[in-house]
Nanobody
Framework: VQLVESGGGLVQPGGSLRLSCAAA????????MYWFRQAPGKERVLVAT????????KYPDSVRGRFTISADNAESTVYLQMNNLKPEDTAVYFC???????????WGKGTLVTVSS
């Protein structure tokens, strides 16, 4: 089982990035997908949720209207489109896959996003 994030990097405030998380080794279409982030010295927090049916999303107030989670089941990939980035968005971003039906919970290793001028 693998979750591999990519797409992180350095971006100026107000810029955009699209993160990808490629999944392998499990039935991607049956899993709820999540993006978390962890800033230096802080706890890991949830920033986006996509249900297993791929018809429902949730975001905290801190990113709502700026971040969009989506998935391509055919490619077993989940995305996080991040617009109007702010310095406080600087963090390592992780994807997570959960199947409550079978009790599986997988994490990727993360990709670093730095928002700075």
């Amino acid at each position: 089982v693998q979750l591999v994030e990519s797409g992180g990097g350095l971006v100026q405030p107000g810029g955009s990035l699209r993160l990808s998380c490629a999944a392998a080794g499990f039935t991607f279409g049956g899993y709820h997908m999540y993006w978390f982030r962890q800033a230096p010295g802080k706890e890991r927090v949830l920033v986006a949720t996509l249900n297993a049916s791929r018809n429902g999303t949730k975001y905290p107030d801190s990113v709502r209207g700026r971040f969009t989670i989506s998935a391509d089941n055919a490619e077993s990939t989940v995305y996080l489109q991040m617009n109007n980035l702010k310095p406080e968005d600087t963090a390592v971003y992780f994807c997570r896959a959960i199947s409550f039906l079978v009790g599986n919970d997988y994490w990727g290793k993360g990709t670093l996003v730095t928002v700075s001028s």
